[in-house]
T-cell receptor
Framework: NAGVMQNPRHLVRRRGQEARLRCSPMKGHSHVYWYRQLPEEGLKFMVYLQKENIIDESGMPKERFSAEFPKEGPSILRIQQVVRGDSAAYFCASSPDGAQPQHFGDGTRLSIL | SQQGEEDPQALSIQEGENATMNCSYK?????LQWYRQNSGRGLVHLIL?????REKHSGRLRVTLDTSKKSSSLLITASRAADTASYFCATVPGANSKLTFGKGITLSVRP
């Protein structure tokens, strides 16, 4: 049973470019959560999605960030026109029905040059 | 905003000793969870304690919850070098909602 798969593991972008982070939840899980972790910090919630629906996006910055979880395929976190402050580790977690606990992927480390 | 706050921020102990980590939070919760994170990896769920529970055990782990004090503790008994990691508490206000994490505790277990 594969766990939560995130790719790429490392992503380097120049300022102004777009970053696309992918998350494939565990088999049978239809609830996906995205979190961001800055160095030496805990994880901060960004967005909670179910298939084709955004349930809670209260942690998403108002501009440049968007997320989707289509009927088919992985969940995507998209950051447009990246800035240095977007450098962080982005983690995806999934659960089967929104009940706890959540299962985490190994994250995508985003570096902005 | 940060809900949970762990202490100490860092803990260094000898293999075989017990490690106790504390977490305080601010608002009412449905449950509280502890996670472990090894360097460069994702979080691994350790244990969940519901708001109507006071104590829970899982192997070498013991978690307590005091909702009147809004605090929890994680005890790792007979620690091993492999327990070296960062430990986070996370609170959940409702049954189906986001996790709110503290800043974490760095545990080092010396062989």
């Amino acid at each position: 049973n594969a766990g939560v798969m995130q790719n790429p593991r490392h992503l380097v972008r120049r300022r102004g470019q777009e970053a696309r982070l992918r998350c494939s939840p565990m088999k049978g899980h239809s609830h996906v959560y995205w979190y961001r972790q800055l160095p030496e910090e805990g994880l901060k919630f960004m967005v909670y999605l179910q298939k084709e629906n955004i349930i809670d996006e209260s942690g998403m910055p108002k501009e440049r960030f968007s997320a989707e979880f289509p009927k088919e395929g992985p969940s995507i976190l998209r950051i447009q026109q990246v800035v240095r402050g977007d450098s962080a580790a982005y983690f995806c977690a999934s659960s089967p029905d929104g009940a706890q606990p959540q299962h985490f992927g190994d994250g995508t480390r985003l570096s902005i040059l | 905003s940060q809900q949970g706050e762990e202490d100490p921020q860092a803990l260094s102990i000898q293999e075989g000793e017990n490690a106790t980590m504390n977490c305080s939070y601010k608002t009412s919760i449905n449950n509280l969870q502890w996670y472990r994170q090894n360097s460069g990896r994702g979080l691994v769920h350790l244990i969940l304690i519901r708001s109507n529970e006071r104590e829970k055990h899982s192997g070498r782990l013991r978690v307590t919850l005091d909702t009147s004090k809004k605090s929890s503790s994680l005890l790792i008994t007979a620690s091993r070098a492999a327990d070296t990691a960062s430990y986070f508490c996370a609170t959940v206000p409702g049954a189906n909602s986001k996790l709110t994490f503290g800043k974490g505790i760095t545990l080092s277990v010396r062989p």
